[in-house]
């Protein structure tokens, strides 16, 4: 059973950052492509970005691209997800997912497994 184990949310102030993680348990972690999404409240769980098994292709949704990055630890089998110039839009909770396919967790397909989530919420 694979287990997706995200931390880090918190509390931040506009322009700050923030970096999250994602324990992966139960899997081989370089198998899988890892993303990150996100839920603000009242709306739609939206893509943030994915990086793949190997760690060689990162993709950014529009809204994030230049602010976060993603990488991976493959000995640690840990993604990350470093927040910067953070805005009040961003305030979100934030999963983790894992797939066999960088192209499924792109476009929001059927991901295979799910963290439970984190919150960070951004303050002005």
């Known amino acids: 059973q694979v287990q997706l184990v995200e931390s880090g949310g918190g509390l931040v102030q506009a322009g700050g950052s923030l970096s999250l993680s994602c324990a992966v348990s139960?899997?081989?972690?370089?198998?899988?492509?890892m993303g990150w999404f996100r839920q603000a409240p009242g709306k739609e769980r939206e893509f943030v970005g994915v990086?793949?098994?190997?760690?060689?292709?990162?993709y950014y949704a529009d809204s994030v691209k230049g602010r976060f990055t993603i990488s991976r630890d493959n000995a640690k089998n840990t993604v990350y997800l470093q927040m910067n110039s953070l805005k009040f839009e961003d305030t979100a909770v934030y999963y983790c997912?894992?797939?066999?396919?960088?192209?499924?967790?792109?476009?929001?397909?059927?991901?295979?497994?799910w963290g439970k989530g984190t919150p960070v919420t951004v303050f002005s």
């Open positions: 997912a894992a797939d066999s396919s960088t192209a499924t967790i792109r476009s929001f397909g059927v991901v295979k497994y």
């Open positions: 990086i793949s098994y190997s760690g060689t292709n990162t």
């Open positions: 139960g899997g081989t972690f370089t198998s899988y492509a």
